[in-house]
């Protein structure tokens, strides 16, 4: 069992989405995460979606998703060299005083933005792999989440190839 | 100035439509007012279900596309196990359906179903439609779809509103399907046709194992040329029957949980299985594990999710049967056959026939080789689903393709009557028969009413045994004969059929089988055939589920 990552081309059009998902519960497949916006050509979107199975389930995932009509391309970009980045928004407890410092400072360690700041919260913002949004997540867990947001995980392939150019 | 729905009627035109079968109701009135005086010709089915199993029938017969309309809400909803019985088994039809107006679209307005959403996953594609001048692109988008690639029900959903709107633009031909995501793959891959030539020339023990696939894809020819070039014995499934001429020397018959032994044990004992237009189904496979054990294994399919699903595969094909095997034939020359092979098999043919008790009684399987020898490969069969379908695969003799429909992949009780009306409004020249179970019958009698209505001469042959028989023969095998729920009171299907103003026959004795059969297909119309068979006669060999198959019951042993 691995984690792979889909790089889905899909026709800009209503109820897409919910052939996809509906594909995946239908079939059995589980969705880690999953991530819709527009692309770089106009009538076309990305879904970028996250799935763990075994070589042979995923052969069967991607089968099956490039038989819907308004897929048009399917690409597996695990074994391809690429970046994962995800983004979670965290509403953390932060009474001012040393608690408030602590959390800034983790915050500038891990790169995290903070883009709210209220008389007993903190808003922090952090884009990443997941593993460090986890690793950061871990550790504010001290100080009481209050909130936590997350979007799924949008990936792009290293140099100067892209998913449409791919074979 | 045209309407949506004046739109809709020329668009079906252009694709040849001639006839649909439907079912009024408020959202489609537009519609229905414009076929009032078009060319296309409306039968008027007695339920929404049967308006779609009437299309598959047409398109399984004709290999056209078959057209069914329905309207909003309930209508729409009577669609979904026939869309679902097509889309199992590949069959090309379009389904038109009526909607709330756009405005209403979402607000569980009267007779709404969001019938896109629910037929999502019983379609190969579907539309809502919401704007009139999508109508002709649409409908151009929905055949082409449904009858390419591995073929399939396509729904199109028409809001009131775009019915009745007015275009005032000059309403052109919409230009050539182009869609970004949808190009099946016609011809099979070079390299991978000349491996499996490679293997076939190599291998001992060749069976070719075909199904419904080599039906659509019109490739019996090819098929049957192939395997006489090379020697190659012929098992198929369910849905292959008919693609290879029973009486062929060979052809194994079916396969699978009803098969032959012959072709089971084929099976099990061969080197290499050239699977072309199959999905290594449950019920064909039995236990997956022993299946074809000793086989290496060359899938031709134009569906590449249907390769390696099910069993890994040595040398996958993604194309068009008749396109590869069209290719392989070029490349083939004609070698000697495999003769210690075949004479296995004749002997395995030999030693295990099919057979039933012939003691006199009436027994179905007798019925069905009467229609056979009657007919002799010139009619069309349907069957209904359980025991009377098993019967009719084993015993009927079939020996062109579209010749046998059959709900294969759902197993829908209720199909035979209504496809057999769309196959003989298809071919109306042709002898039409229904073979039914007494059970399967009632979920689609009041079709009786169609047939007599248009004088549709369809012959409606049940196989009464006042049982539920298949379920019943699983709980006598399995259940310890408890038959809880599978009794059925004896029905006088002679009488309901006179009621509906439709002639028939009570048929009690073997003797009397033929005569029956003869009057009925002299008939000018529609009629009834009511056989009392011997009520707990099984459907053997059989392989119960999960076992191997070539671990059968009731076979020659019985
Ligand atoms: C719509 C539907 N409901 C239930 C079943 C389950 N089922 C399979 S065969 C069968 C019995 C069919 O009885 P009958 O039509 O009398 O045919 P027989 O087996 O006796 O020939 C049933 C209930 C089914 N296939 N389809």
């Known amino acids: ?142 100080y009481g989440i209050k909130e936590l947001v997350r979007t799924g995980r949008v990936a792009i392939l290293r140099g100067a190839k892209t998913v449409a150019s791919e074979k | 100035m045209k309407t949506g729905a004046r739109i809709l009627i020329e668009s079906l035109q252009r694709e040849g439509v001639n006839t649909i079968f439907g079912y009024p109701g408020g959202s489609v009135l537009p519609i229905y007012d414009e076929l009032y005086d078009s060319s296309i010709q409306h039968v008027l089915v007695r339920h929404e279900q049967a308006a779609v199993h009437a299309a598959d029938g047409f398109a399984r017969a004709s290999g056209k596309t078959g057209v069914c309309l329905a309207t909003s809400g309930p209508g729409a909803c009577n669609l979904v196990t026939g869309l679902a019985t097509a889309y199992m088994d590949s069959i090309p039809v379009v389904a038109i359906t009526g909607q709330v107006p756009t405005s209403m679209l979402g607000n569980d307005a009267f007779q709404e179903s969001d019938i896109t959403g629910i037929t999502l996953p019983v379609t190969k594609h579907n539309y809502l439609v919401k704007d009139a001048s999508d109508i002709s692109r649409v409908v151009k988008e929905a055949f082409y779809i449904a009858g390419t690639g591995r073929k399939g029900p396509v729904l199109i959903d028409l809001p009131k509103d775009v019915n009745t709107s007015q275009l005032s633009v000059q309403e052109e031909e919409p230009g050539p399907v182009v869609l970004r995501g949808y190009q099946p793959t016609y011809r099979g891959h070079a390299r991978q046709i000349e491996k499996a030539i490679g293997l076939l020339r190599k291998a001992d023990r060749p069976v070719i194992y075909a199904g419904g696939g080599v039906i659509e894809s019109e490739a019996s020819c090819e098929l049957l040329e192939l395997a006489e070039r090379f020697g190659l014995p012929v098992t198929t499934t369910l849905m292959g029957l008919g693609c290879i001429p029973c009486d062929h020397t060979l052809n194994l018959g ?69 396109a590869v095997l069209g290719d392989m034939l070029h490349q083939l020359e004609k070698r000697e056959q495999k003769g210690p092979w075949l004479d296995r098999i004749r002997t395995w043919k030999e030693k295990h026939p099919l057979k039933y008790r012939d003691d006199g009684l009436l027994h179905p399987q007798y019925i069905i080789q009467e229609l056979s020898s009657l007919l002799d490969g010139n009619g069309i069969i349907v069957s209904e689903v359980g025991q009377n379908q098993m019967w009719t695969a084993q015993y009927y003799c079939f020996k062109e393709p579209r010749t046998w429909l059959t709900s294969g992949g759902l197993g829908t009780m209720g199909y035979g009557l209504p496809a057999a009306m769309g196959a003989q409004v298809a071919c109306p020249e042709k002898t039409v028969f229904d073979i039914a179970g007494d059970g399967s019958i009632q979920m689609n009698i009041q079709e009786f009413g169609t047939i007599a209505q248009y004088n549709i001469p369809v012959k409606v042959a049940i196989l009464n045994n006042m049982y539920l028989g298949m379920v019943r023969q699983w709980q006598e095998l399995f259940y310890d004969r408890r038959y809880s729920s599978t009794e059925l009171p004896s029905i006088e299907f002679v009488k309901i059929a006179q009621a509906y103003g439709i002639e028939g026959m009570r048929v009690d004795s073997a003797s009397d089988v033929r005569p029956a059969l003869e009057a009925a297909i002299a008939h000018d119309g529609p009629y009834v055939l009511d056989f009392r068979i011997e009520r707990e006669e099984n459907v053997f060999p059989m392989v119960p589920a999960g076992a191997a198959i070539n671990e059968m019951i009731g076979g020659h042993q019985q």
């Open chain 1, 1 to 142: 069992m691995k984690e792979h990552t889909l790089s889905v081309l899909v026709e800009n059009k209503a109820g897409v989405l919910s052939r996809v998902a509906g594909l995946f519960s239908r079939r059995g497949f589980n969705i880690e995460s999953l991530a819709v916006g527009t692309c770089e050509e106009p009538n076309m979107s990305r879904i970028t979606i996250v799935v763990i199975g075994d070589d042979a389930h995923l052969e069967q995932v991607k089968k099956q998703l490039n038989k819907l009509i308004d897929i048009i391309k399917v690409s597996d970009i695990t074994y391809h060299d690429h970046v994962g980045r995800e983004l979670a928004l965290i509403k953390v407890n932060a009474e001012a005083g040393s608690t408030r410092a602590e959390i800034m400072q983790i915050a500038s360690i891990f790169r995290a933005k903070i883009i709210d700041v209220g008389t007993r919260t903190i808003v922090l913002e952090v884009t990443g792999n997941p593993d460090k949004i986890d690793a950061l997540e871990k550790l504010l867990r001290q």
């Open chain 2, 254 to 322: 079916m396969l699978g949980m009803h098969g032959t032994e012959y072709a089971n044990y084929a099976i099990t004992e061969c080197d290499l299985l050239l699977a072309i237009g199959v999905r290594f189904d449950d019920r064909v496979t039995g236990r997956i594990e022993t299946f074809a054990p000793h086989a290496k294994i060359i899938h031709i399919d134009i569906d590449p999710a249907e390769i390696g699903k099910n069993k890994p595969v040595m040398i996958p094909i993604v194309g068009d049967a008749k």
